[in-house]
């Protein structure tokens, strides 16, 4: 078995002001994740708002420093006390996916060059490969290389763009795919291609997709395990099922009932 993903008491504080008036807020609390499988998983993360979920994926991006504890990845110590990989080889294991698709490309840039770069400086492959790479992952998330080569961020809708940043993520095949927060830019109506295209993408490319979501009805239709943080911590961890069909936790309980016919609709799709 694969030790897919695993924190270790992990705590994140952040300081706001300086001394004698600083405050420090805990992001993260302690936080316990064991995942363990030999297949792939998609586990989703869900909480309010300030529950510490970005904060989270922002460790184990790598883009913030734990105060305290340490998580692994494919049984990699990435973040905290332990050896770390470089940074080419821990690109070729995490892929973020940002919230606003917008963002993640400059106006003034071709779509096709950032999936040529990465193409060519994390993967390192020569011209012709790259091109053949980005044909593939293209056509894995339904669009086509000669639709999206010379175009600028402003001819495609939201959903292409996150479309083509879950594209550029899947360059370097990594193990595990950090998505905050995916479809909330995404017009309603599309927000289901996107998360359709994780399930499919799981299969696929044998990769793991961390879902980090205030969402829960999509959060239960792909996950196969659920984290569930209020205030920085944990306050549910399981198998999706379990945790839909037995919440443990007054707080789970409370989210869930704040969506009363999720349970009917989830038990619905799952039994399809
Ligand atoms: N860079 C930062 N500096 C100070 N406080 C922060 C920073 N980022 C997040 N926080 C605080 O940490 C807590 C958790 O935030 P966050 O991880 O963004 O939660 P979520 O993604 O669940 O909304 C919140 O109280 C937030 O205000
Ligand atoms: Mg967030």
Same mark, same amino acid.
């Given at each position: %078995?694969?030790?897919? =993903?695993?924190?270790?008491? /992990?705590n994140?504080?952040?300081?706001? &002001?300086?001394f #004698?008036?600083?405050?420090?807020i805990q992001?993260?609390?302690?936080?316990?994740?064991?995942?363990?499988?030999?297949?792939?998983?998609?586990?989703?993360?869900v909480?309010?708002?300030?529950?510490?979920?970005?904060?989270?994926?922002?460790v184990i991006?790598?883009?913030?420093?734990?105060?305290?504890?340490?998580?692994?990845?494919?049984?990699?110590p990435i973040?905290g006390?332990?050896?770390?990989p470089?940074?080419a080889?821990?690109?070729s294991m995490?892929?973020?996916?940002?919230?606003n698709?917008f963002?993640?490309?400059s106006r003034?840039?071709?779509?096709?060059?950032y999936?040529?770069?990465?193409?060519?400086r994390v993967?390192?492959l020569?011209?012709?490969?790259a091109i053949?790479? %980005?044909?593939?992952? =293209?056509s894995?998330?339904? /669009?086509?290389?000669?639709?999206v080569? &010379?175009?600028? #961020?402003?001819?495609?809708?939201?959903?292409?763009?996150?479309?083509?940043?879950?594209?550029r993520?899947?360059?370097?095949?990594p193990?595990?795919?950090?998505?905050?927060e995916?479809?909330s830019?995404?017009d309603?109506?599309?927000?289901?291609?996107?998360?359709?295209?994780?399930?499919?993408l799981k299969?696929?490319y044998?990769?793991?997709?961390?879902?980090?979501?205030?969402d829960?009805?999509?959060?239960?239709?792909?996950?196969?395990y659920?984290?569930?943080?209020n205030k920085?911590?944990?306050?549910?961890f399981?198998?999706?099922?379990?945790?839909?069909?037995?919440p443990?936790?007054?707080?789970?309980?409370l989210?869930?009932?704040?969506?009363?016919?999720l349970?009917?609709?989830?038990?619905?799709?799952?039994?399809?």
């Amino acid at each position: %078995m694969k030790t897919i =993903l695993k924190t270790e008491h /992990l705590n994140k504080t952040y300081r706001l &002001g300086s001394f #004698p008036r600083n405050v420090d807020i805990q992001a993260l609390k302690d936080v316990n994740i064991t995942i363990e499988s030999d297949e792939p998983v998609i586990v989703s993360v869900v909480g309010e708002s300030g529950s510490g979920k970005t904060t989270l994926a922002k460790v184990i991006l790598r883009l913030v420093e734990p105060t305290a504890g340490k998580a692994i990845i494919y049984d990699q110590p990435i973040a905290g006390e332990g050896a770390k990989p470089a940074r080419a080889d821990f690109l070729s294991m995490v892929q973020p996916i940002f919230q606003n698709p917008f963002e993640a490309f400059s106006r003034y840039r071709t779509i096709d060059s950032y999936l040529y770069e990465t193409a060519t400086r994390v993967k390192r492959l020569n011209k012709a490969r790259a091109i053949e790479a %980005m044909e593939e992952v =293209l056509s894995s998330v339904g /669009l086509e290389y000669k639709d999206v080569r &010379g175009k600028y #961020p402003n001819q495609f809708s939201g959903g292409e763009l996150q479309r083509i940043s879950v594209a550029r993520a899947l360059i370097p095949n990594p193990n595990i795919l950090v998505a905050d927060e995916p479809v909330s830019m995404i017009d309603a109506s599309r927000r289901m291609i996107i998360i359709n295209l994780f399930r499919s993408l799981k299969q696929e490319y044998q990769t793991s997709i961390l879902y980090i979501t205030h969402d829960l009805a999509t959060a239960y239709y792909i996950s196969d395990y659920i984290v569930v943080m209020n205030k920085g911590s944990i306050v549910e961890f399981g198998k999706a099922r379990q945790v839909l069909s037995d919440p443990q936790h007054a707080y789970t309980r409370l989210l869930l009932s704040s969506i009363p016919t999720l349970k009917q609709k989830w038990e619905r799709v799952r039994n399809d």
